[in-house]
């Protein structure tokens, strides 16, 4: 069929070449998931879903920027510790960009993507668990919170967190150790503003802020890629919400999405919600 000119793709978006303030890596882990996953597959299914969505964003009425793709890290492979040591050394090898999006993987990639920023970093997430499990299986993902506040991380804010998705030891340790908890009935109808709120809040003590989209937050029956999700969550709209928040906000200087399986996905309907979040991160970006 032939291209209509007047409909610019958003895969059209991304680059290998040139300077871009907008970069894009995918970082496949998934060895260390603590339900079997396949997320390493999850990169390549997302930036293939880049060509079902245009350039434009018609809500905020701006062009989305180039994107300069960087590949995928060779990090597949690797599972616990090992992951997150020479991950975070990559992180920290790749060219410099004002926001630097990437797709996971599971949950563990918030844990080197935060140890790779310089200064004072917080960390937002929309999660529906708390991700603070001890170490008994060695790092996985649902350890990256545990393991970012046990290395000093700045500040931790986590933004609907569900009822039925945690045991009351975990968030008893989220409440000694300082994370700040909006739960799910705290934020339905509002996630935008909340994420505003506490992106805000962040800002006021750390240098920069790093923003972690765990799909799996959404009502499972929207993401039946996502392994963590359960029947409940938000829905798929409020986290786009907090994907544009997130983009727009100055202080934020990395975005991920996690947590979506792409081979056990239906219909693609979780892999395009991801892709969406990353293009709605890059629609706050553009009207920063």
Not at 56 to 82: K, N, R, Y
Not at 124 to 133: E, I
Not at 218 to 241: I, K, N, S, T, Y
Request: some cysteine; glycine content about 10%; proline content about 6%.
């Amino acid at each position: 069929m032939t291209e209509d000119p007047q409909w610019p793709r958003a895969s059209s978006l991304l680059t290998s070449t040139g300077s871009a303030s907008v970069g894009l890596v995918g970082v496949p882990l998934s060895r260390s998931s603590i339900s079997p996953s396949s997320a390493h597959l999850t990169p390549a299914a997302v930036r293939a879903a880049f060509a079902r969505f245009p350039t434009w964003h018609a809500g905020l009425d701006v062009e989305l920027p180039q994107i300069a793709d960087l590949g995928d890290l060779d990090v597949a492979g690797l599972a616990g510790a090992e992951a997150v040591e020479t991950t975070t050394a990559l992180l920290q090898a790749l060219p410099m960009h004002d926001l630097l999006l990437l797709i996971g993987g599971d949950n563990l990639v918030t844990w080197p993507a935060v140890l790779a920023l310089p200064g004072r970093v917080g960390v937002l997430t929309l999660d529906a668990h708390h991700d603070v499990r001890g170490f008994h299986a060695g790092p996985t993902n649902g350890t990256p919170i545990r393991g970012l506040v046990e290395a000093g991380v700045g500040a931790v804010t986590q933004v609907g967190i569900g009822e039925l998705t945690n045991s009351r030891a975990h968030r008893r340790w989220c409440d000694e150790n300082g994370i700040r908890v909006v739960p799910l009935d705290a934020c339905r109808g509002r996630v935008g503003a909340v994420v505003r709120e506490e992106l805000e809040r962040l800002a006021e003590t750390c240098d920069a802020v790093h923003v972690d989209l765990d799909v799996d937050v959404v009502d499972r029956a929207f993401v039946p890629g996502c392994p963590g999700a359960r029947p409940g969550g938000l829905l798929p709209h409020e986290l786009l919400e907090a994907a544009v928040e997130a983009g727009r906000h100055p202080r934020v200087s990395g975005v991920d999405v996690v947590e979506v399986d792409a081979a056990a996905d239906v219909n693609g309907v979780t892999v395009q919600l991801a892709a969406m979040c990353l293009l709605s991160a890059c629609a706050g970006f553009a009207a920063r």
